[in-house]
């Protein structure tokens, strides 16, 4: 299934909010080691 089915179903729908919210936290995990990452180069270039 992709993202976007994801979307199109209402989350109302039973389970689908749960996956929603799995999609959700795995993106953010994922923008938080990308930032992570960024600021630690950007601290190493700093010195």
Do not use: C, D
């Not at 993202?3 to 919210?21: A, H, N, R, S, Y």
């Not at 936290?25 to 180069?41: D, I, M, P, R, W």
């Amino acid at each position: 299934m992709s993202k976007v089915q994801i979307f199109l179903i209402p989350t109302w729908e039973g389970g689908m909010i749960l996956t929603w919210i799995r999609e959700l936290l795995t993106l953010v995990g994922h923008l938080a080691l990308v930032v992570g990452f960024y600021k630690s180069s950007k601290a190493e270039m700093a010195e």
